[in-house]
């Protein structure tokens, strides 16, 4: 499959969006009070939203390295089409 330098871009953006996004989140999530029990134990709460926020990161980065590859093998295949490109 040839992904179009459109596609690529946005899966690109994609990723970005992903670790700009997540761990802020994850951050507020932290200092949430529903976060931690009276022991200093992570609640149900805290635990969901990490697992949420792992997944995502890592889906978040796939997508990002599909998107590079994509705009790689582009950039290959026009340099190929011009001569080599040297």
Same mark, same amino acid.
């Given at each position: 499959?040839?992904?179009?330098? $459109? ?52 889906? $978040? ?22 001569? $080599? $490109?040297?």
């Amino acid at each position: 499959m040839k992904l179009s330098r $459109g596609a690529s871009l946005f899966l690109l953006a994609f990723a970005v969006w992903s670790w700009v996004i997540w761990p802020n989140f994850m951050r507020n999530v932290w200092m949430d009070p529903r976060s931690w029990d009276a022991t200093g134990s992570p609640t149900g709460f805290f635990t969901v939203h990490l697992v949420l926020t792992v997944v995502s990161v890592a889906l $978040g980065t796939a997508i990002g390295v599909i998107g590079v590859r994509g705009l790689l093998a582009l950039h290959r295949r026009r340099a190929s089409s011009r001569g $080599g $490109g040297r």
